[in-house]
């Protein structure tokens, strides 16, 4: 069984453009969520997705977004991006019934 | 989600036991102890969760005290590619309907160290 992908694994953005990044879940996993992991703040909570809905969101600015599609594919958006948002963005997929998360290997974002 | 509190570091050597405690004392009835960990640069890896009784499988052990206020995650025989950070997490499994809680609230967690 294939594991959570994402895509791409590493990324380089000037401050002000803007970013996707995609998560593929599971096969018959619903549920997706996305952290951002800082040196300094550690593994936040973004938000969570289940069945094309954002079911809860931490607490980021509204230049986070994302979004998920039928297949239960993910991706996550950041404009205007500021310096501080260099980090690994990681994306954790559970079947919605099951007790588990399952990680990705995270995409690595640099603002330069 | 209740809060958790774990030693910041901790020394193991290899083929021992690596017992890692985390005090949990607010928890909810309906919530569940949960421990992941993240070797370097790699997204996190479930290892194993529990409400109440002990539980074990192919990766560790967790030992849940009788009052729920803390718990032990026991590495049987610790290898050097156990080192990690090791978190210890406390939330509500699921919410009505079935489906579950997907937010996951990260402490600082433990960095182990397993020695030659």
């Known amino acids: 069984k294939a594991g959570v992908t994402q895509t791409p694994r590493y990324l380089i953005k000037t401050r002000g453009q803007q970013v996707t990044l995609s998560c593929s879940p599971i096969?018959?996993?619903?549920?997706v969520s996305w952290y951002q992991q800082t040196p300094g703040q550690g593994l936040q909570f973004l938000f969570e997705y289940f069945s094309e809905t954002q079911r809860n969101k931490g607490n980021f600015p509204g230049r986070f977004s994302g979004r998920q599609f039928s297949n239960s594919r993910s991706e996550m958006n950041v404009s205007t991006l500021e310096l501080g948002d260099s980090a690994l963005y990681l994306c954790?997929?559970?079947?919605?019934?099951?007790?588990?998360?399952?990680f990705g290997q995270g995409t690595r974002l640099t603002v330069v | 989600d209740a809060k958790t509190t774990q030693p910041t570091s901790m020394d193991c050597a290899e083929g021992r036991a690596a017992n890692l405690p985390c005090n949990h004392s607010t928890i909810s009835g309906n919530e569940y102890v949960y421990w992941y960990r993240q070797i370097h640069s790699q997204g996190p890896q479930y290892i194993i969760h529990g409400l109440k009784n002990n539980e074990t499988n192919e990766m560790a052990s967790l030992i849940i005290t009788e009052d729920r206020k803390s718990s032990t995650l026991i590495l049987p025989h610790a290898t050097l590619r156990d080192t990690a950070v090791y978190y210890c997490i406390v939330r509500v499994a699921f919410r009505a309907g079935g489906t579950s809680y997907g937010k996951l609230t990260f402490g600082q967690g433990t960095i182990l160290t397993v020695h030659p």
């Open positions: 096969s018959g996993h619903r549920s």
């Open positions: 954790a997929s559970s079947s919605g019934t099951s007790r588990e998360a399952f």
